[in-house]
């Protein structure tokens, strides 16, 4: 079954009370928590604050966006310890990390290979505390094409590591479409937003597009999020109108389901 929500840092200029508020009133029923500004890596007592405001509004945390990327050392890499303790306190179901900071272009096989072993490993520490590992799907990592990401998912090979997916820019309907089916297997929550290029629009105009992944997430087993992000103008009035256009796809796709 698919759930709505929302993915926080859409409004970074928001408190995550405003943010809950927001949702609440939207009536979409889960929030992907991100990493940066509301709930921080390793801001522990934060992290609970923001679980126990998001439980009682009667929400549902839906992931932690963490912004941990596999096989990065680098001097601003942000330790895994710190994420999973974060995650665990606010009471997220996974965890979503970047796959490296190379697109697949610029990816030998060493790296691709440094990028899988982190991922098995952190998928361990993870499954100690029952979290899953959902990689983010974009452009400049390894899920930068549908056949990176298909790969990279093959050769992390391990049962706690998912994938989240987002339609590229640029892509055409159809290909998102074998891009979505082809990561299916692996498949967590989707990132819902409509772009033309880069500017962003209202999911109105992107209706008919959404509804065709959204019918396709549908018929996979078990439950995920579809969770707006991008919204045109970081509007909440915007939020708003693209709520009710998710939520009724959703209800198409539970109707045609019975």
Request: glycine share 6%; aromatic share 8%.
């Amino acid at each position: 079954m698919i759930h709505t929500g929302l993915v926080s840092v859409t409004f970074r200029q928001l408190a995550a009370e405003e943010i809950i508020a927001l949702v609440k009133e939207a009536g979409l029923s889960g929030i992907e928590w991100g990493g940066d500004i509301h709930v921080p890596h390793g801001d522990l007592e934060r992290a609970g604050a923001v679980r126990e405001m998001t439980l009682e509004a009667g929400l549902k945390v839906a992931a932690y966006g963490s912004y941990y990327r596999l096989a990065d050392r680098g001097p601003d890499a942000v330790p895994f310890d710190r994420v999973l303790a974060t995650a665990i306190r606010l009471g997220a179901p996974t965890i979503r990390v970047w796959a490296g900071n190379r697109g697949s272009a610029e990816a030998d096989d060493d790296w691709r290979e440094q990028v899988a072993a982190d991922a098995r490993a952190i998928a361990e520490l993870a499954a100690k505390e029952g979290i899953s590992i959902s990689l983010e799907y974009h452009a400049r990592t390894l899920t930068d094409t549908t056949e990176s990401a298909y790969r990279l998912l093959h050769d992390i090979d391990h049962p706690n590591v998912r994938t989240l997916w987002q339609p590229p820019v640029g892509q055409s309907v159809s290909d998102n479409i074998t891009s979505l089916q082809t990561v299916s297997p692996w498949l967590t929550n989707l990132h819902v937003y409509y772009w033309l290029e880069r500017d962003r629009r209202p999911l109105s105009e992107g209706e008919g597009d959404w509804l065709r992944y959204l019918q396709e997430a549908a018929a996979l087993p078990g439950d995920r999020y579809a969770l707006l992000e991008f919204v045109k103008d970081d509007a909440p009035s915007q939020f708003m109108q693209d709520a009710k256009h998710l939520t009724a796809m959703v209800a198409k796709c539970r109707a045609s389901s019975v």
